[in-house]
């Protein structure tokens, strides 16, 4: 049972460290290629994306490539497709006139947040590890052998292998 609160720690820990960033307001003429922002669209405009996107969301998220004069031109995830047993994004260009941008968010690391769930989740894997072996070795009288030491397992994960 132990491992079973292992592996959802640290899979929670996985889902919580995934959204260490923030969203910082930034104007249209200060966004520069390979920065990663978030867009509201005028209504309009989403629904002339919302075929190339697979979704009427007015929000659209993505890594600058160019930021023209009166346009950017956009790498956003259209979809996500599994080949082979793997899990793989596909990415479209789309082309955003800077008049139907409405707000534009620029995404940045979040330090702090950070540093403090990984502590936080070394922590918790830790006091998990403890009290696996604390409750491995107080539940047994096996030596494991004719005087040899008893073997401790803690599975840390599972992974299901498709077929």
Not at 7 to 14: H, N, V
Not at 83 to 103: A, D, F, W
Not at 146 to 161: E, K, V
Request: glycine fraction near 10%; charge should be negative; charged fraction near 20%.
């Amino acid at each position: 049972m132990n491992g079973r609160i292992l592996t959802f720690t640290l899979s929670l820990g996985a889902l919580v460290l995934a959204g260490c960033y923030s969203y910082q307001p930034i104007d249209v003429a200060d966004i520069r290629p390979e920065m990663d922002i978030r867009a509201r669209v005028s209504g309009p405009q989403a629904d002339a994306l919302a075929d190339a996107l697979l979704s009427d969301d007015r929000t659209i998220e993505g890594t600058v490539i160019d930021n023209g004069t009166d346009e950017l031109l956009l790498e956003v995830t259209a979809a996500a497709v599994e080949r082979r047993g793997r899990l793989e994004t596909l990415n479209q260009r789309v082309r955003l006139p800077t008049s139907e941008i409405q707000v534009v968010d620029e995404k940045r690391s979040d330090q702090t947040k950070t540093t403090l769930l990984v502590l936080g989740g070394v922590g918790v894997a830790a006091a998990a590890v403890v009290l696996a072996i604390t409750s491995g070795s107080s539940n047994s009288t096996s030596t494991g052998g004719p005087g040899g030491p008893q073997d401790i397992l803690i599975p840390l994960f599972r992974l299901p292998l498709g077929r």
